[in-house]
């Protein structure tokens, strides 16, 4: 989709029939809006004309978006200091207000905990807030927990948040009291930009963008101590955005100029980039599709693009079940010619006066006869 586009989402559906929220900001006669698209996998394209759309009053437009994980409901925070409640029925959007979010300034993050129990926001103002959903009981309202917010993410088993600031410093939160446990140690010529906790339900690590004087670098920290564990050169320039996918497999950096990298986590390298995606203009939002290798990206020049990532594909659940047919046939046909090659336990040595081997039925016997019983033939002399 062509035109400014400042914040995207993608929108967990039932049987992978994913869709796409977008911010588009106001355009000659065209009020901002949010417009919700189809997403085609086989094409990886969004459909021509939007599902569901709502217009934003004059003066108003999104600037960030959390959908939750059910995909049932989605979250906006707008430029004229409003968070906003949606729900998607049918072809319609409903909006409803969340009076604890009204006239609070702008929120530049909104984050819903991985298991959906928890809702964050991270002000301009440096304001946090951390509530329990959906009854909106406040669990946290730290007026000063940064002097303005950059980035935020909750851990995967939703117990930590982290956040950065923009004055360089990122912080850990206890996501049940709101207690902060600690900040994250940086030298005088380091500054930490962007967070992501990893996903893949066997490392326990924290992802961070670090700015030390001219080099753009990705730290990793140990969250069961916080200690820093190591870093690496890989998008190799200031990242406006970070994104990890569902399964915690791949890594995503968008860049201040438009590219794109996506980072094999195991491997902790670059396996697929998208080099002058957004040429020249700053990646504003960037998400993985939720059962896709496809990843969204929107800037206010490029509008929202879709992108098949150049990865290995997945094992679909039918190629797997092919396979373990494929074991189950070969092991039949294995023991069938051990069956009728080997001398051995069935495959009996031949008698003085015998010209072949004899038959499995005739040595347990017919199973028609009277004689066969039931645990095998009855005349025992």
Not at 5 to 15: D, F, H, L, T
Not at 94 to 116: I, M, N
Not at 145 to 158: E, G, I, R, V, W
Not at 356 to 361: D, E, G, L
Request: with cysteine.
């Amino acid at each position: 989709m062509e035109g400014k586009v400042g914040c995207a989402s993608w929108i967990r559906r039932p049987e992978n029939a994913h869709l796409v929220v977008l911010g588009t900001a106001k355009l000659l006669n065209r009020p901002a809006s949010l417009q919700i698209f189809n997403f085609d996998p086989v094409t990886t394209s969004l459909s021509q004309s939007p599902k569901a759309s709502y217009e934003f009053e004059e003066g108003s437009e999104a600037l960030n978006i959390a959908v939750h994980p059910s995909g049932d409901l989605f979250i906006v925070s707008t430029t004229s200091g409003h968070c906003m409640l949606f729900e998607f029925y049918g072809q319609q959007l409903s909006p409803k207000e969340l009076h604890p979010l009204q006239g609070v300034g702008q929120q530049k993050c909104l984050a819903f905990s991985t298991d959906g129990s928890k809702f964050a926001t991270g002000g301009v103002d440096g304001h946090l807030r951390i509530f329990e959903w959906p009854s909106m009981r406040v669990i946290l309202d730290e007026p000063k927990a940064h002097k303005s917010f950059n980035d935020m993410d909750f851990s995967l088993d939703s117990e930590f948040l982290a956040s950065t600031s923009t004055d360089g410093s990122a912080r850990i939160w206890k996501t049940d009291d709101g207690v902060p446990i600690t900040s994250l140690t940086r030298n005088s010529d380091e500054k930490f930009e962007l967070c992501r906790f990893s996903k893949d339900g066997t490392k326990p690590f924290l992802f961070c963008t670090v700015q030390k004087g001219f080099k753009a670098l990705t730290s990793v920290w140990d969250i069961s101590n916080w200690t820093k564990i190591g870093h690496k050169r890989l998008l190799r320039k200031p990242a406006s955005v970070m994104s990890i996918s569902l399964d915690g497999k791949y890594l995503a950096q968008g860049s201040k100029d438009g590219d794109v990298c996506v980072i094999d986590v195991k491997k902790m390298e670059i396996c697929h980039w998208s080099k002058r995606l957004h040429s020249g203009s700053s990646i504003a939002s960037l998400d993985f599709c939720p059962s896709e290798r496809v990843v969204l990206t929107t800037s206010s020049e490029w509008g929202a693009i879709v992108t098949k990532l150049s990865v290995p594909a997945d094992w679909k659940d039918w190629q797997i079940y092919l396979v373990l047919l494929g074991l189950f046939l070969a092991s039949a046909v294995a023991f069938y010619i051990f069956f009728e090659k080997s001398d051995l336990f069935w495959n009996f040595p031949l008698g003085k006066d015998q010209t072949t081997r004899p038959k499995i039925n005739t040595i347990l016997g017919d199973p028609q006869s009277e004689d066969w019983g039931a645990f095998g033939p009855l005349d025992i002399i």
